[in-house]
T-cell receptor, first 113, second 116 residues
Framework: GQSLEQPSEVTAVEGAIVQINCTYQTSGFYGLSWYQQHDGGAPTFLSYNALDGLEETGRFSSFLSRSDSYGYLLLQELQMKDSASYFCAVLRHGSGNTGKLIFGQGTTLQVKP | DTGVSQDPRHKITKRGQNVTFRCDPISEHNRLYWYRQTLGQGPEFLTYFQNEAQLEKSRLLSDRFSAERPKGSFSTLEIQRTEQGDSAMYLC??????????????FGSGTQLSVL
């Protein structure tokens, strides 16, 4: 089996930096992804770490350490529109040489003025 | 709009009825996924297709659930004899083929099912 643990809620102020951690217990996965979902909306892709280390995409960065079974999403210069749920997900090995995403339960980020 | 589209957006049904949802993936994507999401939880994997072949089904997919992708394009998810516990958002996603590490899934807006 597999499980991913994330904090359920995080609160931060506009302009600040916030880090959302994700620890996992799984094996045989290609990489760690992060998705954002606004209320009533579809999950949208943010970033993917296939290898250990930091990936940066604009205000968002993501980190993976396979040896520590740990990753995080770092959001900088927070804006009100960043208020949303954030999900880490492992891309697990699947049938037919393809992968399937297994999601954590999500972290609700509230950005305050 | 060339994103993933799902129909209907909302479905209200009575317990015991059958329902069917449709997903149209991005046209060049040969991988198609179905997920279920309940309030405050992450999407739960149900099943996925590579072209028309259904390659894997979750244990969550009881025998009341069936999914098809007859021509490797659109897909349908049918739930027979619906139960109140089936109430959830049903999400469809697709991605391009090639490397298994082509990681980016594109999600549709989902079908919200309410079973009364």
């Amino acid at each position: 089996g597999q499980s991913l643990e994330q904090p359920s809620e995080v609160t931060a102020v506009e302009g600040a930096i916030v880090q959302i951690n994700c620890t996992y217990q799984t094996s045989g996965f290609y990489g760690l992804s992060w998705y954002q979902q606004h209320d009533g909306g579809a999950p949208t892709f943010l970033s993917y770490n296939a290898l250990d280390g930091l990936e940066e995409t604009g205000r968002f960065s993501s980190f993976l350490s396979r040896s520590d079974s740990y990753g995080y999403l770092l959001l900088q210069e927070l804006q009100m529109k960043d208020s949303a749920s954030y999900f880490c997900a492992v891309l697990r090995h699947g049938s037919g040489n393809t992968g399937k995403l297994i999601f954590g339960q999500g972290t609700t980020l509230q950005v305050k003025p | 709009d060339t994103g993933v589209s799902q129909d209907p957006r909302h479905k209200i049904t009575k317990r015991g009825q059958n329902v069917t949802f449709r997903c149209d993936p991005i046209s060049e994507h040969n991988r198609l996924y179905w997920y279920r999401q309940t309030l405050g939880q992450g999407p739960e994997f149900l099943t996925y297709f590579q072209n028309e072949a259904q390659l894997e089904k979750s244990r969550l997919l009881s025998d009341r659930f069936s999914a098809e992708r007859p021509k490797g394009s659109f897909s349908t998810l049918e739930i027979q004899r619906t139960e109140q516990g089936d109430s959830a958002m049903y999400l469809c996603a697709s991605r391009a083929g090639g490397s298994p590490t082509n990681e980016k899934l594109f999600f549709g807006s989902g079908t919200q099912l309410s079973v009364l």
